[in-house]
């Protein structure tokens, strides 16, 4: 039995506009989001442009977005979503290189609630392997509430927080720990979130996102470049230094060994996730909060 067998159908069916320059893959899109019987497609579009006019007129409860396109493509057509049309949206990624990272990543912080990565390209014959994966994503998306925010929908970063002193190497163990997981919607929330939080000289931050592996580096350059806190990717034997910020690598729990902090410092381990990429990080979160309770320095 399939995943999305195990979830019984709304009585309201969530309604869908499936965005891509391809007709063949918005015909095969549609079909997937369709199967269930949990979703309702209302409409297609061919284009960035062709999608705002569609959700004007149609007002779909969903968006899944292609992000490359002719014309006005995927991230400029997301922005103007998160600015005059606010709602869910799931992207569709044919990138599996530095660049497809990029753009996903920009996506994320600009609104997207989640993304899908094509398996084959930007024509994917064998979609329906992702097709679990795209009604996860959708019935996620359906539960959360957008906003329309000017910072993410202007497709303009935050200006970096740094500060002369913030600048000098701050190498000491920390007194506590802040943690911090992070599932649908996270990327665009620590987008916001970090920037606007001080470089603290005796605090380190832990963050579990979920994200796939190979897109937790590029995630966390990027909020390194907009924030106070000095940013990394969390690796084994990596010691915990106060001002630092550290992102569990895609695929993998975070682990903190060691507990007096102040005293002896401690460092970073890294165990395995069970499941692939598509699986809710409830687990893990729940985890770390049950393990963490037991240690007065550890915010979660």
């Known amino acids: 039995m399939s995943s999305f067998d195990r979830v019984a159908p709304p009585r309201v069916r969530h309604t869908v506009l499936v965005v891509d320059d391809?007709?063949?893959?918005?015909?095969?899109?549609s079909e997937i989001v369709a199967s269930t019987g949990e979703f309702t497609v209302v409409g297609t579009a061919r284009d960035g442009q062709d999608a705002l006019a569609q959700v004007?007129?149609?007002?779909?409860?969903?968006?899944?977005?292609?992000?490359?396109?002719?014309g006005l493509d995927g991230l400029a057509a997301l922005e103007f979503l998160m600015r005059d049309y606010p709602r869910p949206v799931v992207m569709l990624s044919a990138g599996g290189s530095d660049g497809g990272h990029d753009a996903t990543?920009?996506?994320?912080?600009?609104?997207a609630v989640d993304f899908v990565r094509k398996p084959s390209g930007a024509i994917s014959l064998d979609l329906e392997i992702v097709a679990d994966q795209l009604l996860q994503a959708l019935r996620a998306a359906s539960t959360v509430r957008v906003t329309a925010h000017p910072v993410l929908a202007s497709g303009r970063m935050p200006a970096p927080h740094r500060s002369?002193?913030?600048?000098?190497?701050?190498?000491?163990?920390?007194a506590r720990v802040?943690?911090?997981?992070?599932?649908?919607?996270?990327?665009?929330?620590?987008?916001?979130?970090?920037?606007?939080?001080?470089?603290?000289?005796?605090t380190a931050v832990l963050i579990?996102?979920?994200?796939?592996p190979g897109f937790t580096a590029s995630f966390a350059l990027r909020l390194d470049a907009t924030s106070a806190l000095t940013v990394?990717?969390?690796a084994d034997g990596v010691p915990l230094r106060a001002g630092h910020?550290?992102?569990?690598?895609?695929?993998?729990?975070?682990?903190?060994?060691?507990?007096?902090?102040?005293?002896?410092?401690?460092?970073?381990?890294?165990?395995?996730?069970?499941?692939a990429y598509g699986r809710r990080p409830i687990r893990s979160s729940s985890r770390w909060r049950s393990s963490s309770a037991h240690m007065p320095w550890a915010w979660c």
């Open 208 to 212: 579990v996102q979920h994200m796939p």
């Open 56 to 70: 004007r007129t149609l007002q779909p409860d969903l968006v899944t977005l292609d992000v490359d396109m002719p």
């Open 178 to 202: 802040v943690c911090m997981a992070a599932s649908t919607g996270g990327p665009a929330a620590l987008a916001q979130l970090l920037p606007a939080l001080p470089a603290w000289p005796d």
């Open 22 to 29: 391809s007709a063949f893959m918005r015909k095969l899109v």
């Open 105 to 111: 990543l920009r996506a994320l912080e600009r609104g």
């Open 164 to 174: 002369v002193p913030a600048l000098l190497p701050l190498a000491g163990p920390p």
């Open 245 to 275: 910020a550290y992102i569990a690598p895609g695929g993998r729990h975070l682990r903190v060994q060691g507990t007096a902090l102040k005293r002896h410092g401690s460092c970073l381990a890294m165990t395995p996730r069970n499941g």
């Open 232 to 234: 990394h990717e969390a």
